[in-house]
């Protein structure tokens, strides 16, 4: 089972920004995809971006031009960089791997951290 670990989450006013970081075990290097994902106050569970085992990556409509997901091997950590952020990006995020699917539903993710908690205001 991959263990991760993300942290980074915090509270920022919009259009300020923040990087998520998640730390993976080694196991982590057999995944298809890495990715992040989102689920606000009584919302559902949402895919934000992934990134394949190629480096292809791949982002929600909604955060494109603004979030930018990478891989660090060397660190053993997936990053998610927010910037220009908006009161509507306010959800606890979490980092996930797939063991054989690739792109942003949240049901072809089988291992998942316990999410690190973003707040926008206004």
């Known amino acids: 089972q991959v263990q991760l670990v993300e942290s980074g989450g915090g509270s920022v006013q919009a259009g300020g920004s923040l990087r998520l970081s998640c730390v993976f075990s080694e196991d982590a290097y057999s995944s298809s995809s890495m990715g992040w994902f989102r689920q606000g106050p009584g919302k559902q569970r949402e895919g934000v971006a992934a990134?394949?085992?190629?480096?292809?990556?791949s982002y929600a409509d909604s955060v494109k031009g603004r979030f930018t997901i990478s891989k660090d091997y060397a660190k053993n950590t997936l990053y998610l960089e927010m910037n220009s952020l908006k009161p509507e990006d306010t959800a606890m995020y979490y980092c996930?791997?797939?063991?054989?699917?690739?792109?942003?539903?949240?049901?072809?993710?089988?291992?998942w951290g316990q999410g690190t908690q973003v707040t926008v205001s206004s």
């Open positions: 990134v394949d085992s190629a480096g292809r990556t």
């Open positions: 996930a791997t797939s063991s054989f699917y690739t792109g942003l539903g949240p049901w072809d993710y089988n291992s």
